[in-house]
């Protein structure tokens, strides 16, 4: 048996991940309400990702694996989302710089047989990048740049802010915005290819 594979997602870099393993994909984009009262970054990611997942999996007729994501920045505990403005993503970057933070990911896999019977697996990866420390300038030149200006954190670790990136302790996928190890091993577990989407 083979499970049609649903990214829940329009982000160009969550296509590249899925494509760049092999994986053939199809993309469905959820336009689920994305608020939460959630503040706890792990546990906020999780349930968004399973809000999009759900979202896309009510529509499509199994065989099918749907796969949610949302990633968030953190640092000091408190989540840094999209900047709102050119301060506020100086505000951000100048706070980043010069100090580690945590990017989550939470991911959800609704898992729908052919007999509309589904299994939910949702966790969060979380990875630390250190950040070198920056001048006024350099900051000024990469805001001028507009590369985090709707980005969580206000930056791309893929992009031109790589070269101000000190350290990774974790995927680096995931901070990109899709853990696809993860992915690939807890569908394996449960004897699915991520790869192909086939049955074990």
Sequence with gaps: MKYRIVLASGSPRRKEILAGVGASYDVIVSDCDETTTLTEPAELVKELSRKKAEAVGKDVNG????????????????????????ADAKRMISMLANNTHQVYTGVSLIIKEENGICEVISFAECSEVEVASMTERQIEEYLNTGEGDDKAGSYAVQGIFATHIKGIKGDYFNIVGLPVAAIYQKLYEIGIDLKTGEKL
């Design 63 to 86: 065989p099918v694996i749907v796969i949610g994501a949302d990633t968030v920045v953190a640092y000091n505990g408190s989540i840094l989302g999209k900047p709102k403005d050119r």
